[in-house]
């Protein structure tokens, strides 16, 4: 589970930053989210992995810690989550005025000179 | 008893944020009472800042045990709740910011407030994210209250529009979204290996570590830290600012100088707490010396280069900030004191420096296209401009502006150049002397580069100012520029308050000595924190 994990979060990286590095907008605002996803699952797996385990005690299953996994990450993942969504919104409007001020979409408001 | 106190440590969180709820419901109302609200709300913070202040520091009698405030959000207890602390590095912080949020705000309500919408409600939103930051005690916490003053300073580095602002902000957006990114795997990696958040509990923690534990602790702290050198603007990371501060409406550039200083009192923060455990590169030592140093260097090079002074003004802020670095950076604790000193008193005169700026170039063609541009943007405007001639005067002109400007502008070079009589001077004196005095080999090889590096900048500064001065005071082309005293008020208390804290160097260097003295006990710290565990066996 930890490898497939790991893979994932490299793949989202990887494609993220390669995005990122891209001349427009919309690359950019792409790579931006994929880096998201790939923070979140990292956060998420900082909580170490464990299947079938609530984050929440309950009376049946009795209070013994290995039974449960951590609510911390959880609840940062979700923090995380809720802030990233918020700030992609932010660039999105962004993105728009830029794109309707510069009548482009590089993200210098100008195209380069290309041969 | 003094139970209602308790909870002050709390309020410039809540009143702001109050504050902002309060003027974004009431948008449709007269502009009259939201100024009021948002003026009273700032003044508010300056009040409790300033208490807390006098309670840290022993003056006033304080409503908690100790020097240093804890506050458990909840109630619940430290380890696992979240806590503000409020010690004496976050009460002057917290007076700093407020200070000059203040005098901002008064200055951008006789006309920038206008050139868009929301303005008011931003603001207050900064000042929440500042005071949280400065206040928190919870790693994950802090970087909430990050995000909160970045998204509000998304908005106003957008504030009044136009494409210059538009494309400067979009890079400043994508900079520190990638920068927040590395603070989430940052506090992600430091929780996975320490299994705490809390600032206090994880400095013990990390003493715990081995092997592997550690170095990946290690590599969570160097994210940290290049996330804190980030927001300090530390070359190379810095080529955002410049733009995005030239840009920014200039009330906004001028709060936004302690933004800078945020990462600053990140850095600073760990560094203290880290101190006893070998941190890793970006909290201090030589790395961070020469990092320092390259700040410098390549500012100053960009001073002498700009063409504009709100390009100078802004390479001014990566000067101070890398001489901050530097400072931090050097052998020994002796220059944190006179550090703070110049960081106080270089936060005042940027920020003023800004608005002496936008005032003096008044009237020349560039900055009034530009301010014509986002009144257009905003549609807004042209009502107002028919009825009340925003850009033409209302309120009574102050006579003799140009000696008034003249003499702020004088004041403010002197002061982020660092000659005499002001502040400037005095900070970047105390920062060289106490470099000197320090007993070491290696020591004396930085003292003179950091002397080096702290003059030639200072040179650079008055060679580009008064370059750039000429041209904009001696210009016969354009009609003197007319003030308002909403806006001149403000200008002048901030370079009043640099030379108030030259003329009491004596007491403000000792009062910052003190400071640092207590920042680095962080065995009190600690102990404030978490009364009970002390050694951090919760587990």
Known sequence: ?115 | MNGWLQHLPILPVLLPLLAAALLLLSGEMRRGPRAAMALGATLAQLVVATVLLGMVDGRLNPAWPGDIAVYALGGWAPPFGIVLVVDRLAAVMLVLSAALALATLVYSLARWERAGAHYLPLFQFLLMGLNGAFLTGDLFNLFVFFEVLLAASYGLVLHGSGAARVKAGMHYIVVNLLASLFFLIAAALIYGVTGTLNMAELAQRVALLHGDERTLFDLGALLLGIVFLVKAAAWPLNFWLPGAYGTAAPPVAGVFAILTKVGVYGLLRFATLLQNVDAPAPFGGDWLFYCGLATIAVATVGVLAAQKLVRAAGFLVIVSSGTLLAAFGFTGTTLTGPALYYLVSSVLASGAFFMVIEMAERGRTASADLLAVSFEAFGLQAKEASSEHPDEMDGVAIPAAMAFLGLAFFSCALLLTGLPPFSGFVGKFALIAAAVAVPSETALLHAILFGAALLLSGLAGVVALSRLGIRVFWDTERPAPRLQWLEAGPTAVLVLLCMALAFGAGPAMDYFDATARSLYDTRAYADAVLPVAGTGTAE
């Open chain 1, 1 to 115: 589970m930890e490898i497939v994990l790991a893979f994932a979060i490299g793949t989202l990286a990887g494609s993220g930053i390669y995005l990122l590095l891209r001349p427009r907008t919309f690359q950019v605002i792409m790579g931006l989210s994929l880096l998201g996803y790939a923070v979140n699952l990292f956060i998420f797996g900082m909580g170490r992995l464990q299947s079938g385990a609530p984050p929440v005690i309950d009376a049946v299953r009795g209070t013994d810690p290995a039974l449960y996994t951590d609510a911390v990450p959880q609840a940062l993942v979700l923090t995380a989550i809720v802030i990233g969504f918020a700030t992609t919104a932010l660039f999105l409007v962004v993105l728009l005025a830029s794109r309707g001020l510069s009548g482009t979409d590089h993200v210098d408001g100008r195209e380069t000179e290309n041969p």
